[in-house]
């Protein structure tokens, strides 16, 4: 059995990209996490020890956001860095950020990046 915690839809106000107007006004982005889990424990238990608790991945997240960075990429790699350090039950995952409405010549209604581990 493969185990997994979705947190779809985090909305977030934050201050990246490589166009200096970006760093003064900044933008919408959404998050999405799947983090695989091997949670088959909790199942049985109905304890939270055996888990991981999303409210605490949600904070560790929301405080990434608020540090600006350039690159999506950087933004992705700190989120995943982070993760795996502080929750080692997270065995892998897939995260995908997204910025609404990039400062691109055309109708855009998001950029993104996708990072599966």
């Given at each position: 059995m493969k185990t997994y915690i979705h947190i779809n839809r985090m909305h977030f106000y934050a201050y990246h990209g490589i166009d200096p107007q970006e760093n003064i006004v900044g933008?919408?982005?959404i998050v999405d996490l799947k983090l695989y889990v091997p949670f088959e424990p909790a199942m049985r238990s109905d304890s939270l020890s055996n888990t991981v608790n999303y409210a605490n991945v949600y904070k560790e997240i929301a405080v990434i956001m608020s540090?600006?960075?350039r690159l999506l990429e950087n933004v992705a790699g700190r989120i995943i860095t982070?993760?795996?350090a502080r929750f080692p039950k997270i065995k892998g995952?897939?995260?995908s950020i997204y910025k609404e409405t990039p400062p691109i010549s055309?109708?855009?209604?998001?950029?993104g990046v996708i990072v599966e581990w």
């Open positions: 933008n919408n982005y540090t600006p960075s982070t993760l795996q995952g897939e995260l055309g109708k855009i209604d998001s950029v």
